[in-house]
T-cell receptor, first 110, second 114 residues
């Protein structure tokens, strides 16, 4: 059965303290992996798409990387406004049926 | 460009009542998705449409749930009769077709069934 697991469930960082979030997947065939940010009371906001192992994408303080079994979302020198839940999703068949992980709740303290 | 628009943002109703959730996708997007989010199960895909045609409704939990897309700019998700276990946040998302186009989400409808 296809599965997506995110860790840790929750993470508290001091402002400026860099860290990484993990998304591991067990799927029959990866067509794409997506990272989203979700703020309270809002819908998920698209961040990145990764297609193949070795690929990297960057946006401001965020960098996403992909291997054959997992993806990392690296947060460099985070700020309080980076506090959110970060979700990853995989598309295994190209049919647009995403499988979402349960997310990592990130809290960045000033 | 306007994003995905959902209404109402909040709905509180009593068990047994009919509930209708509405969604306007991003103009030009030809895929539309309905999701449900709960603390226990996270985000679950309920049904999705391509060019207004339902493609896969295997995630719809029961016959009490139904979804329609009468045209490219409007979709509804209906629950009849509603039950307390239907309480959740329901999201609509849309995307372009093509390889790995990301889905763009609305801000959801928070549904509480008393």
């Amino acid at each position: 059965e296809d599965q997506v697991t995110q860790s840790p469930e929750a993470l508290r960082l001091q402002e400026g303290e860099s860290s990484s979030l993990n998304c591991s997947y067990t799927v029959s065939g990866l067509r794409g992996l997506f990272w989203y940010r979700q703020d309270p009371g809002k819908g998920p906001e698209f961040l990145f798409t990764l297609y193949s192992a070795g690929e990297e994408k960057e946006k401001e303080r965020l960098k996403a990387t992909l291997t054959k079994k997992e993806s990392f979302l690296h947060i460099t020198a985070p700020k309080p406004e980076d506090s959110a839940t970060y979700l990853c999703a995989v598309d295994t068949s190209g049919t647009y049926k995403y499988i979402f992980g349960t997310g990592t709740r990130l809290k960045v303290l000033a | 460009d306007a994003g995905v628009i959902q209404s109402p943002r909040h709905e509180v109703t009593e068990m047994g009542q009919e509930v209708t959730l509405r969604c306007k996708p991003i103009s030009g997007h030809d895929y539309l998705f309905w999701y449900r989010q709960t603390m226990m199960r996270g985000l679950e895909l309920l049904i999705y449409f391509n060019n207004n045609v339902p493609i896969d409704d295997s995630g719809m939990p029961e016959d009490r749930f139904s979804a329609k897309m009468p045209n490219a700019s409007f979709s509804t998700l209906k629950i009849q009769p509603s039950e307390p276990r239907d309480s959740a946040v329901y999201f609509c998302a849309s995307s372009w077709s093509g390889s790995n186009q990301p889905q763009h989400f609305g801000d959801g409808t928070r549904l509480s069934i008393l």
